[in-house]
């Protein structure tokens, strides 16, 4: 068959615009699998990185790059990777794009193995996209932690394996300008977990979920700590809880502002008066259509939020 990617990765196509384009710097492969480039060698993290050559792992590509450059580093399908300690993996040269290749159990896989650690994006505009993220232990704090400003995480996915995460994104207020775009979270059915995505404080952060399945104990986004501004969440295919809070959104702060849909799908646990509190947050607003299901049989009702008038 041939390559999707004749050209290479300047076929790569991000939000619209190649690749190459938004990210004009070096980049860097990383490759840990047996199946290497033609005429290439195994990875080490004294190669050079380049496709024959490969890096051995991503936090060592991460340090070969230079801040605001640009650079992108390329995980070839496959690629596996542990992380054992806080900050395993830590993008904290500003402007570095991570971005996997291959589908379903072809992408790359980094494996949380310590209820400690997590991979950081500490440094601005870096970019993480088509990751399998997989909890290899339970209780996991919060394997991914975003603290720097304008920083993507784009079509990844995070699926508990042994046990359950507590927190999968958890921000602090410095996460200014953070996109979640096509997220996927599959969550295991036991108790364990909090939130998917923890944010503390924040400004115009946006969010948009391919799929959102766990045991919410908190809600799927939970908004804790310090009020976010301005917080846009919307296009959100499938979300499920298996957990009795019933809540997919809440700002336990009661002072965020954002809006909330449309195009919001949410499915509840118990047949319940929960239809109204699946989105709880006083200062925001809902946008229709945001539908709410709460018991097997049924066809979701638009969220009962009171209706705007023209007063």
């Known amino acids: 068959m041939a390559s999707i990617y ?25 490759n840990s699998t047996t199946v290497i480039a033609k005429g290439g060698v195994g990875s080490s993290n004294g190669n050079p990185g380049t496709y024959q050559k490969p890096f051995a792992t991503i936090d060592f ?9 640009g650079d992108i580093i390329v995980v070839m399908p496959g690629h596996t990777e542990t992380i ?34 997590t991979l950081t994006m500490s440094a601005a505009n870096c970019k993480l996209m088509n990751i399998l993220l997989t909890g290899g232990i339970d209780a996991v704090v ?12 784009i079509n990844c996915e995070l699926r508990d394996v042994t046990g359950q995460v507590t927190d999968g994104i958890l921000t602090t207020a410095a996460a200014t300008r953070l996109k979640i775009i096509n997220h996927r979270h ?10 998917a995505i923890a944010l503390v404080g924040g400004d115009d952060i946006e969010i ?22 301005d917080l846009f969440v919307h296009d959100v295919q499938y ?16 002072a965020s502002t954002g809006q909330i849909g449309p195009n919001i799908n949410i499915r ?44």
């Open 61 to 69: 590509a991460i340090g070969q790059c230079k801040a605001s450059r």
């Open 142 to 153: 919060s394997p991914i932690v975003v603290s720097a400003a304008d920083c993507m995480i």
């Open 84 to 117: 054992s300690a806080a900050a395993g993996i830590a993008l904290d040269v500003a402007g570095v794009a991570v971005i996997g290749l291959g589908d379903g159990s072809l992408r790359p896989t980094i494996n949380f193995t310590a209820t400690a650690s």
């Open 186 to 195: 599959d969550g295991a059915s036991a108790a364990g977990t909090n939130a």
């Open 268 to 311: 509840l646990l118990d047949n319940a008066a929960n239809i109204t509190e699946a989105i709880t947050g006083a200062t925001f607003v809902v946008i229709d259509p945001v539908y709410v299901v709460n018991l097997a049989g049924e066809k979701a009702m638009l969220i009962n939020w009171t209706a705007s008038t023209d007063a």
């Open 208 to 229: 948009t979920i391919d799929r959102m399945d766990g045991n919410f104990a908190v809600g799927g986004i939970d908004v804790r700590t310090t009020a976010t501004t």
């Open 6 to 30: 004749p050209n290479g990765i300047k076929d790569l196509v991000l939000r619209g615009s190649p690749i190459t384009q938004l990210h004009p710097g070096e980049v860097f492969f990383v």
């Open 239 to 254: 979300f499920r809880t298996r957990n009795a809070a019933d809540i997919f959104l809440v700002d336990t702060i009661t």
